[in-house]
């Protein structure tokens, strides 16, 4: 183990700054990205149920 | 025998990859989600401290990983754009896209990461440098390519454009990988090569193998899910689309 504390975990040998940074804005990039393609398929779909609709209500 | 074999064509239509990638998404994203605990367990608690960078070096288990997707996923766009050429495939075009945002993402960390990296080791974010010119270089061609694709209406017409970016572009990953040899370079050399045992910790190669492949399952799992979404917008008047579950009420 590398760590004596958790004060010195997040301190990282006074790299903290540098190291979660990094590691931080990694994660919540990765995490927008998947939210933006849920919400895009998601539209997607909400558009495509509201067209098919349409047009079943259009052949009626 | 002959009945066994797949025809791997079958999914080159739209109809048939959507419920595959459907299906094969959550699998890819599970396994870089397991990946991605044990490499940051690596990366933080196992991984001794670098002698001469002391904690500073761990931004590399996300920095070169990032570095490596980036360069990776622009080959595997130039794959698809070259496939779309010749066969004059739909599924290829689409795929291309769907793996753009995220090559664009992990060109931008690699940058980012390396930034943060080189305040402290170098005292500067910035240098006007080989490897990271290229690599600048390399985000710009992704945003081309989205933003060339997205201005044209006509997907296929999109496709093609966006195939000889693709095409054209790939020539700057070799430029990147070995910028570090064929110029002075600020930027340390390649710390994984093909030809020379690593210079590094088994510990800490390990680290970086593990994350590299956690982004590698995580691009998947992502352009799976993407293409998906582009899929359903380009093949909207099909009737296919209009006979799937989801799209019952």
């Not at chain 2, 699998?27 to 933080?44: D, E, H, N, R, T």
């Not at chain 2, 080989?130 to 390519?145: N, P, Q, V």
């Not at chain 2, 090569?193 to 590698?216: D, N, Q, Y």
């Not at chain 2, 899929?231 to 019952?248: C, D, G, K, S, Y």
Request: with cysteine; charged share 15%; glycine share 8%.
């Amino acid at each position: 183990m590398n760590w004596g504390s958790a004060s010195e975990f997040f301190a990282m040998g006074g790299y903290g700054f540098y190291v979660w940074g990094s590691f931080g804005v990694t994660a919540a990039a990765l995490l927008i990205e998947t939210l933006l393609a849920r919400k895009r398929l998601a539209e997607t779909r909400r558009l495509l149920r509201r067209e098919l609709a349409a047009d079943r209500d259009n052949q009626d | 025998m002959s009945q066994r074999l797949i025809n791997w064509f079958k999914f080159a239509s739209p109809a048939s990859f959507y419920p595959l990638a459907g299906t094969l998404w959550p699998w890819f994203a599970g396994l870089a989600s397991v990946l991605c605990i044990v490499g940051l367990w690596i990366s933080f608690f196992v991984a001794p401290t670098d002698f001469q960078q002391g904690e500073g070096y761990r931004i590399i288990f996300i920095h070169v990983p990032a570095s490596w997707m980036s360069m990776f996923i622009y080959c595997v766009m130039a794959f698809w754009a070259a496939i779309g050429i010749t066969f004059n495939t739909r599924l290829s075009g689409m795929m291309s896209s769907a793996l753009a945002p995220t090559g664009a993402l992990f060109a931008f960390l690699s940058l980012w990461t390396g930034a943060l990296w080189g305040k402290p080791m170098w005292g500067a974010w910035w240098v006007w440098d080989a490897r990271l010119t290229s690599e600048l270089i390399l985000f710009f061609l992704y945003i081309g390519y989205i933003a060339l694709t997205s201005a044209i209406d006509d997907p296929r017409r999109a496709d093609k454009a966006g195939a000889i970016v693709a095409l054209v572009g790939v020539i700057n990953v070799p430029i990147i990988y070995f910028s570090v040899k064929w110029w002075n370079t600020l930027h340390q050399g390649a710390s994984v090569s093909m030809t020379k045992a690593p210079t590094m910790a088994t510990t800490m190669l390990w680290g970086m193998l593990i994350m590299a492949l956690a982004f590698w399952m995580y691009s998947i799992a992502i352009a799976l899910y993407r293409v998906r979404a582009i899929i359903l917008e380009r093949e909207r008047h099909a009737t296919w689309v209009a006979e799937l579950p989801e799209m019952q009420r």
